[in-house]
């Protein structure tokens, strides 16, 4: 892709096709408020065009040895990395962060995504159970036929690939929806899927909106895997959709994750990586940590300090090296971002760093969708500012005078997806850990990702988990085989 197209297309059997409807949305730039492109807005034909190709496609794809497939995702990784630089701008445009965190985090990571599960199907472990000397048993895992893949805005390239390579590694044929928000590099990825030769209909991307496309995947009865990423509100109408026709479905929800830091903690590192977890991609990362709780001792200091760091972040246009936080996604999200300052000052919280927009100084984000890094203390941790999630660059700041005491208020709460500890004690971060109820606990660290392990989260944070071997037993069937002597 040369130019950011004026109107991108469906994928759909290998070609790039109108919506058949002939409708499109307009594609805002979040750092003007200005349409840049046109998204189809795809309707049910365009889906029932999409199964299709993918059944067509299923039986020679899922037929082909591991090692076959795994070169085509091999090869996809490698272009992508090839494209690294018009992917980030295409990614850093399309949603609003900034270029630098596009070029160092979305995109490497949809590579190492792709790699990633490309090499884990090469070596996975068969299982066969002996039954005394009556019976053997093996365990065939067997792709499950065609996955409808549902992506959000936050990370659309990184989120979407890290559902696409398992599922057509293992041997299924898919179907993609990425968010309408921010579609474009989707779009691109099927361009390279092409110059990969992947075999048509293996992939498809139907663009458009949830109700119109998203409903569909759900609801078509030959799509028996679901996997999505959204909120919560939506991820319960997927649920709803699904459970009538038995299909398998991963939900990766929203989160509204603690950071909880001890007197005894590396401050420096502490502060360091509570900036980066409560303001990273302007606070739209799932897996941020907006409810931050230090221990009494060492409240005043840290808040100072964090004060200090955050303060120090440059909101600037997404597409300039220099800045650290870009734009909010939409009006929508802003606004959502707005209400929640507002409804945590009318609980009683004091607005320490932040609380109302502000814009970069240049013309070109005149009308953008900007958010200063936002810091409230003095709330209560029952409050709805800390018990729903803004999904923005909001955090709170609570004290706590004891290790039950946080562990309550962590737990207090809808969500259990996330959650960081920082600490020198080994022992209390071991203890700690393990009464958090979240799915994945980061201990004097955050973000830090190794794919083979599992990853999710509980109560409305989501059902099931992806990652490592858990996404390739997400995305196949297990059949016993049971042979008498
Ligand atoms: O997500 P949606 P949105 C949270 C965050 C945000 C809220 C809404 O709090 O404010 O969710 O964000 C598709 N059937 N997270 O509106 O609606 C939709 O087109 C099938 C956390 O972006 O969940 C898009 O492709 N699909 C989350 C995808 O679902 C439907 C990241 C997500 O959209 C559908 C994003 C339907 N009925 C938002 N309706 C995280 N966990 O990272 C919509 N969609």
């Given at each position: 892709?040369?130019?950011?197209?004026?109107?991108?297309?469906?994928?759909?059997?290998?070609?790039f096709?109108?919506?058949i409807?002939?409708?499109?949305?307009?594609?805002?730039?979040?750092?003007?408020?200005?349409?840049?492109?046109?998204?189809?807005?795809?309707?049910?034909?365009d889906?029932?065009?999409?199964?299709?190709?993918?059944?067509?496609?299923?039986?020679?794809?899922?037929?082909k040895?591991?090692?076959?497939?795994?070169r085509?995702?091999?090869?996809?990784?490698?272009?992508?990395?090839?494209?690294?630089?018009?992917?980030?701008?295409?990614?850093?445009?399309?949603?609003?962060?900034?270029?630098s965190?596009?070029?160092?985090?979305?995109?490497?990571?949809?590579?190492?995504?792709?790699?990633?599960?490309?090499t884990?199907?090469?070596?996975?472990?068969?299982?066969?159970?002996?039954?005394?000397?009556?019976?053997f048993?093996?365990?065939?895992?067997?792709?499950?036929?065609?996955?409808g893949l549902?992506?959000?805005w936050?990370?659309?390239?990184?989120?979407?690939?890290?559902?696409i390579?398992?599922?057509?590694?293992?041997?299924?044929?898919?179907?993609?929806?990425?968010?309408?928000?921010t579609?474009m590099?989707?779009y691109?990825?099927?361009e390279i899927?092409?110059?990969?030769?992947?075999p048509?209909g293996v992939?498809?991307?139907?663009h458009?909106?949830?109700?119109?496309?998203?409903?569909?995947?759900?609801a078509?009865?030959?799509?028996?895997?679901?996997?999505?990423?959204?909120g919560?509100?939506?991820?319960?109408?997927?649920?709803?959709?699904?459970?009538?026709?038995?299909?398998?479905?991963?939900?990766?929800?929203?989160?509204k994750?603690?950071?909880?830091?001890?007197?005894?903690?590396?401050?420096?590192?502490?502060?360091?990586?509570?900036?980066?977890?409560s303001f990273?991609?302007?606070?739209?990362?799932?897996?941020?940590?907006?409810?931050?709780?230090?221990?009494?001792?060492?409240?005043?200091?840290?808040v100072?300090?964090?004060?200090?760091?955050?303060?120090?972040?440059?909101?600037?246009?997404?597409?300039?090296?220099?800045?650290?936080?870009?734009?909010?996604?939409?009006?929508t999200?802003?606004?959502?971002?707005?209400?929640?300052?507002d409804?945590?000052?009318?609980?009683?919280?004091?607005?320490?760093?932040?609380?109302?927009?502000?814009?970069?100084?240049?013309?070109?984000?005149?009308?953008?969708?900007?958010?200063?890094?936002?810091?409230?203390?003095g709330?209560?941790?029952?409050?709805?500012t800390?018990?729903?999630?803004?999904?923005?660059?909001?955090v709170?700041?609570?004290?706590?005078d004891?290790?039950e005491e946080?562990?309550?208020y962590?737990?207090?709460?809808?969500?259990?997806?996330?959650?960081?500890?920082?600490?020198?004690?080994?022992?209390?971060?071991?203890?700690?850990?393990e009464?958090?109820?979240?799915?994945?606990?980061?201990?004097?660290?955050?973000?830090?990702?190794d794919?083979?392990?599992?990853?999710?989260?509980m109560?409305?944070?989501?059902?099931?988990?992806?990652?490592?071997?858990?996404?390739?037993?997400?995305?196949?069937?297990?059949?016993?085989?049971c042979i008498?002597?």
């Amino acid at each position: 892709m040369t130019e950011i197209p004026a109107r991108i297309r469906n994928f759909i059997d290998g070609q790039f096709l109108e919506p058949i409807g002939s409708k499109y949305l307009d594609n805002i730039e979040p750092a003007t408020g200005k349409p840049y492109s046109q998204v189809p807005d795809s309707d049910t034909r365009d889906v029932d065009l999409a199964v299709a190709a993918a059944e067509k496609a299923f039986h020679d794809w899922s037929n082909k040895p591991a090692a076959e497939r795994s070169r085509f995702l091999l090869r996809i990784a490698d272009l992508i990395e090839r494209d690294l630089e018009k992917f980030s701008r295409a990614e850093s445009i399309d949603t609003g962060k900034p270029i630098s965190l596009a070029r160092t985090l979305d995109i490497p990571r949809a590579v190492a995504n792709f790699r990633f599960f490309a090499t884990a199907i090469l070596h996975t472990e068969s299982e066969a159970h002996i039954t005394d000397n009556v019976a053997f048993n093996y365990t065939l895992r067997q792709p499950r036929g065609i996955a409808g893949l549902i992506s959000p805005w936050n990370l659309p390239l990184y989120l979407l690939s890290w559902k696409i390579a398992p599922a057509i590694a293992v041997g299924n044929t898919a179907i993609a929806k990425p968010s309408e928000l921010t579609p474009m590099t989707a779009y691109m990825l099927c361009e390279i899927a092409r110059e990969a030769g992947l075999p048509n209909g293996v992939l498809n991307v139907v663009h458009g909106t949830g109700p119109n496309v998203g409903a569909a995947i759900t609801a078509h009865p030959k799509i028996n895997t679901i996997s999505f990423t959204g909120g919560t509100v939506t991820g319960r109408k997927v649920a709803e959709a699904c459970a009538p026709l038995f299909k398998k479905v991963s939900l990766e929800l929203g989160g509204k994750n603690p950071n909880i830091i001890f007197a005894d903690a590396d401050l420096d590192t502490a502060i360091a990586g509570s900036v980066r977890s409560s303001f990273a991609n302007q606070g739209q990362v799932c897996l941020c940590g907006s409810r931050v709780f230090v221990e009494r001792s060492a409240y005043k200091d840290f808040v100072d300090r964090f004060i200090d760091k955050a303060s120090q972040l440059k909101i600037g246009d997404p597409l300039d090296e220099k800045t650290d936080q870009g734009a909010i996604v939409n009006k929508t999200q802003l606004d959502k971002i707005k209400f929640y300052v507002d409804l945590a000052q009318k609980e009683g919280g004091k607005i320490t760093l932040g609380g109302s927009p502000s814009r970069p100084p240049n013309e070109r984000c005149r009308e953008g969708y900007f958010f200063p890094p936002t810091v409230i203390t003095g709330l209560l941790v029952s409050c709805r500012t800390n018990r729903e999630e803004i999904f923005g660059p909001v955090v709170t700041i609570t004290p706590f005078d004891n290790e039950e005491e946080v562990i309550a208020y962590a737990n207090d709460c809808d969500y259990g997806l996330a959650s960081s500890v920082w600490t020198q004690n080994l022992s209390r971060a071991h203890r700690v850990a393990e009464q958090i109820n979240t799915g994945t606990v980061w201990v004097n660290c955050w973000l830090l990702r190794d794919l083979r392990v599992p990853f999710g989260g509980m109560k409305q944070s989501g059902v099931g988990r992806e990652g490592g071997e858990e996404a390739l037993r997400f995305f196949t069937e297990p059949k016993n085989v049971c042979i008498a002597k």
